[in-house]
């Protein structure tokens, strides 16, 4: 359903500029929730719940935006969750109780997962299918670069500023990307023909897209890492004694932005195993050198191969999920693929705090997230054991 050919056509583009904003704003406050719940006077688990239940809560409607993004105008639904997210960040600037801050982070999981759901469908319905990869790698790069400036920004900013100004100011970009998306010309009448006729009745099973779980689980394991990292380097650096924690963020966005076209470019040409299980590989190098840093330069190695590794993964397995479903039914398979995002997002702070606690600092909470890769490889590892056997199936059945 793509509109044009060219893959950056004005609606892609202002799809980009509208959430290189926005991520701006989120990569300011990602990585200091923990410290800032930490300033509170908050510790222990609920120091891991924090930083994870705005995933949990986003997986928690994860299915219900799917099938949202699939019956309504998802022009509609991106300026409406661009909002939302800006009333959020002003609620974070005037949370200073526990309650008020869980019930804010929930909050923000509820218009994270719309916004993000739609955003990836509107990317695979706006970009040439024969260049999906690419265009789902080039709007993760949105994400990508803030993060190569964001963190820095936040940092600054909490410091010179206090968390209350950092919240504000995030809030301000919200606002400014919800501006940008009211510039988008998305055209919705063929998606509503290729509706008419369909019988449509509510089910669980409706809620998913079954093509997607494959891709979902693997993400579901890898974004364990993901998690861990974005909550809890900063103190991890601060346990190790590392200064400029934030140059972890900036190499890691570095070489994603470097890399990112090569391996978006390969994905779309080549089989999926052939860069998941590398990209696995990597995941688990840098979490073993984290484990063992005693540089700082460990540390920007880590990055590096954190950035290859997981960035190169991302949108390998986002055209894996979109491609299985049909056009009309992408926003379930985008749901469906989140779901897997949100659930080791939320739970992988969770895994790291408490191997951190039980075993002895964060280093061993790095060190446990091997455990869910493997798990991701594994999957991996059985999709190409199927298809070996669907393809000697359909060799016997054609032979004379």
């Known amino acids: 359903m793509q509109q044009e050919e060219k893959l950056f056509n004005y609606n892609y583009c202002m799809v980009l500029l509208g959430n290189l904003i926005a991520y701006l704003g989120y990569t300011m406050v990602m990585s200091n929730i923990a410290p800032y719940a930490a300033s509170l006077q908050i510790d222990g688990v609920l120091l891991g719940v924090i930083p994870g239940l705005m995933s949990i809560a986003a997986l928690c409607c994860r299915p219900f935006s799917g099938i949202i993004s699939d019956l309504c105008k998802r022009k509609h639904i991106l300026v409406f969750s661009f909002a939302g997210l800006s009333l959020v960040f002003v609620g974070y600037a005037f949370s200073e109780h526990v309650w008020m801050l869980l019930l804010v982070r929930m909050l923000h999981g509820v218009f994270f997962c719309l916004c ?3 955003n990836l469908t509107m990317v695979a319905d706006l970009v040439p299918e024969k260049k999906l990869a690419q265009g789902l790698g080039y709007y993760g790069l949105c994400y990508t670069f803030m993060s190569a400036v964001g963190p820095e920004i936040g940092l600054a900013l909490s410091k010179r500023a206090g968390y209350r100004n950092m919240f504000l100011c995030a809030a301000a970009l919200y606002g400014l990307a919800f501006l940008v998306s009211l510039s988008i010309r998305m055209n919705d009448r063929k998606k509503e023909e290729e509706r008419q006729g369909e019988k449509r009745s509510f089910s669980l099973s409706g809620l998913f897209s079954r093509e997607a779980l494959p891709a979902s689980g693997i993400a579901f394991f890898n974004a364990f890492t993901n998690g861990a990292v974005v909550s809890f380097i900063l103190l991890y650096a601060a346990e190790k004694g590392f200064a400029n924690a934030g140059m972890f963020f900036t190499v890691y966005a570095v070489v994603i932005v470097a890399s990112r076209p090569l391996l978006g470019g390969l994905a779309d040409e080549w089989q999926p195993q052939y860069l998941v299980f590398p990209c696995d590989g990597l995941i688990i190098a840098s979490m073993v050198l984290l484990f063992a840093a005693n540089r700082a330069w460990h540390l920007y190695l880590a990055a590096i191969l954190y950035g290859i590794g997981y960035g190169g993964l991302q949108p390998l397995l986002q055209s ?46 790095f060190l446990a997230m091997i455990v869910p890769v493997l798990l991701g490889a594994c999957i991996m590892a059985e999709l190409v054991k199927r298809e070996k056997k669907q393809t000697l199936k359909r060799a016997e059945h054609s032979a004379p």
Request: proline share 6%.
């Open 320 to 365: 894996m999920g979109l491609r299985s479903a049909r056009p009309q039914e992408r926003g379930r398979a985008s749901g469906t693929f989140n779901i897997g995002l949100d659930g080791g997002n939320g739970l992988g702070p969770v895994l790291c705090s408490t191997a951190a606690g039980a075993f002895g600092g964060y280093p061993y909470g």
């Open 116 to 118: 993000t759901t739609v």
